[in-house]
């Protein structure tokens, strides 16, 4: 099992995920040694940054037990590393300036964007967004589904006579609501096939076609039962994505403001002109 876990984690250590607080404990706490070297929770808690999507293959009960056998094996094979003075090479010292680099970048952003977005500035973001929000037209119908015209022209004489729409559509229908009775519960615009969003649209509350409505599906009888609009969703709903809104803008404004304060000077031709082509 230890094998398997091993196979699936090893290849995704180049992953990385922002804000993951896998554990409530201490992050000094001792949780094992290798030899000398302590394994804490807080090496639990950066390796579950960086594994995080692996992660979420296993229970949750088993992160803590996949992450430490993750960090053995880390330390393990980095003190092989050092006896064999990898940790002087020149790639290895390039490699601990660009981690340094990421790890630095990924404070500030913490830090100076992330942290600093309030509930406050979600509300004022869902308030500004939200302010003239107008639903988009939706409608809930029921329809019975043939295979030619005139069974559609018989099944609405008979609703013409007074029989139940939902029991018809229960006993003749062959789509795939009929056991329901034919209800499609709600739809909007350009969910359903251009004939038969028409038809519906053209019916009031309560009404039925009079003729049938033919489709690349067969012959449709549609009920229509209500029209209402979209309600505006809710601040939890959104608030989610309203955060990774702002994350951005600000990330952007700050981009735009720190690189203005830089000197940026690209040597490689292509690239510049790739860059000026942007």
């Known amino acids: 099992m230890r094998r398997q876990i091993r196979a ?9 995920i922002a804000g993951t607080h ?10 094992a040694k290798v030899g000398n070297t302590e394994i804490t929770e807080a090496d639990l808690a950066f390796a579950a940054q960086d594994l995080g999507q692996e992660l979420q293959r296993f229970p949750p009960a088993q992160w ?8 053995i094996d880390m330390n393990i094979l980095a003190d092989a590393a050092k006896k064999e003075g990898l940790d002087q ?8 300036d660009f981690l340094s ?37 939706e409608m809930k119908a029921r329809h019975i589904l043939v295979k ?15 029989a139940d729409f939902a029991e018809l559509a229960r006993e003749k229908s062959t789509g795939p609501s009929g056991p329901n009775g034919g209800d499609l519960g709600f739809f909007t615009k350009g969910q359903m096939v251009k004939p038969f969003e028409e038809a519906t649209a053209a019916l009031e509350p309560g009404q039925y076609t009079k003729e ?11 009920l229509l039962e209500e029209k209402r609009r979209q309600e505006k969703p809710t601040l939890e709903a959104v608030s989610a994505n309203l955060r990774q809104k702002l ?14 304060e830089n000197t940026v000077e690209i040597l490689d031709e292509d690239l510049a002109k790739a860059e000026k082509a942007k």
């Open 89 to 96: 090479s020149e790639d290895y010292k390039k490699q601990i």
């Open 101 to 137: 680099m990421r790890a630095l970048r990924n404070a500030y952003l913490a830090k100076e964007i992330n942290d600093k977005i309030t509930d406050e500035d979600v509300k004022a973001a869902y308030d500004a967004e939200f302010a003239n929000f107008e639903g988009e037209e």
């Open 212 to 222: 049938p409505v033919q489709t690349q599906f067969g012959w449709h009888v549609i």
């Open 64 to 71: 803590r037990s996949i992450l430490l056998d993750v960090l």
């Open 148 to 162: 030619d015209k005139a069974e559609a022209e018989a099944i609405i004489k008979e609703l013409d006579g007074g």
């Open 247 to 260: 994350i951005r803008d600000r990330y952007e404004a700050a981009m735009t403001k720190l690189k203005a």
């Open 22 to 31: 896998a554990f409530a404990a201490e992050p000094g706490d001792v949780v």
């Open 8 to 16: 699936l984690i090893v290849p995704a250590l180049a992953l990385t």
